[in-house]
């Protein structure tokens, strides 16, 4: 049997046969279908996985025809940023990385970020962000958002007024781990209100939420508010809310949304709640394990996705960005495994976006 | 999600529409606007444009077709409009609105 080159999670190369791809692809989609109580991906949909991760091109795509919308987050932060971002540390301004985004790297639709990308930093500066956002809306023809991350870990001591919950639980103060939760949720969805409203205001198309939940369920809870007071201002907002991991994580472990638990739930009932919220597209979000093979992976991305996209009425845009969407974690992607995974979520997925 | 090189430009190739290199500006606005998933999305555009689903997709057709109905294109080109004006026009192309288009209406004094 032929040898195949593929990658870990990790990005690491290495050689594997096709029959350890379909393994692979199996258990990852059967670990999914465990996790979310969903269904595990056909035979026929592990083969044409297998074809696509199999591929002997070093990059593969879609057919002509089958093309989707491309959104962004950190914005002009790919260029300017840090490692951190796995930025290129290029400094330039705002403008011209938008226009150098809608007219040199094709994109669909491109948003304004600030050097934090969060919404508690963009407060003391939100009129200078309505002003570069007068600026670019006047040049740019794409749709242009305004993105930032709720990152309710701001709210918590040190960097916050609130109590950190993950504190207070190891002095068993488990009632005021979850008082302050709940508070700088409410802070949180207060704060979105006042940046994406005033961000509208100044003609942008909409907000992205990006990252929503990396503080846990009472981050997602607050998020959700925010996106109802958005969308209550702001009936024609274009919203689209993404999320951090495919499984909300219970740091509060019972704040409810819509008489809905938040904690552990997964993408295609993550996507429910945001319909019900106002949200106009959808970005679920799977991590990716750097221990086990691409082919593992993508199997289990492509087997929660493909859920979340049956059962949502909105369009669904998959996170693909590093270490997420069956994309190896590394800092520089291997082109082989990116195109890979964009092409299976666009034909086996079902995405209406990437 | 950084290295531009790494991750923009690959799902752009693997599986982007192009933005206004072709009508994927279009097609997003169709899905924020309506809530249309992308197949819907794609045949509202086409319909729109006059041309096929799967032409919305090429840039050989759409660069023209984008040049006549003055949306916007990639390139650097005199008295082609180009943002506000630009996005007026795909007010009118598409039947939607676009926010800051109507920013700008409201900003400029009456005559």
Redesign the interface.
Known sequence: MSEIYTRMGDGSRVVTTRSKVIDDLNLGSADAADMGVIKALSSDLIEQLADIICDKNR????E???????????GQ???T?DNG????GIDMGRLEAALL?????????FELAHADYSIKPVKPVISNEMQTM?EI????????FYGAMPNMGLYYKPDGPYGNPADLMREFKIEEAMDQAEKASEHMARDIEFVSTRI???????FNFDTTGSAGDADVVGTFKGVEKLRKACP?????LGMAGECVMGIHGSIEYDGKVVAGLFPHQQVKLAEKAGA??FGPVVNTNTGKSLAWNLGRAVTFVRECGKVA???IHVN???GVGGIPMC?????DA??RC??A??EVAG???? | ????C?????????????????S??L???M???K????KD?RKYVAKKLGVS??EI??EYIMRQLREELK??V??GLPNAP???A??MN?EDLLGI????C???RQMIAKR
């Open positions: 990059v593969v795509g879609v002509p025809g089958h093309e989707v919308v491309l959104t962004y987050d950190i932060l790919d260029f940023g971002n796995s930025g290129n985004h809608e007219r040199a790297m094709g994109a669909d639709t007068e809306q006047n040049e740019i023809v794409a749709p242009f509208m205001s100044a003609g942008s198309d909409g024609d907002a274009d919203i689209l106009d597209v009425k909105i369009p693909m960005g590093m800092e520089t992607a291997p082109i990116v195109t964009s092409k979520m666009v995405v209406d976006g990437v | 999600m950084g290295d531009p790494g991750m923009a430009i690959p799902h752009l190739m693997a599986s982007g529409l192009g933005g206004i290199r072709t994927g500006d097609v997003a606005r899905q924020f606007n809530n249309m998933k992308i999305a689903d799967f997709g090429d949306i916007g990639i390139t180009r943002g506000i630009a996005k795909i609105k676009i926010n800051s109507e920013k700008f």
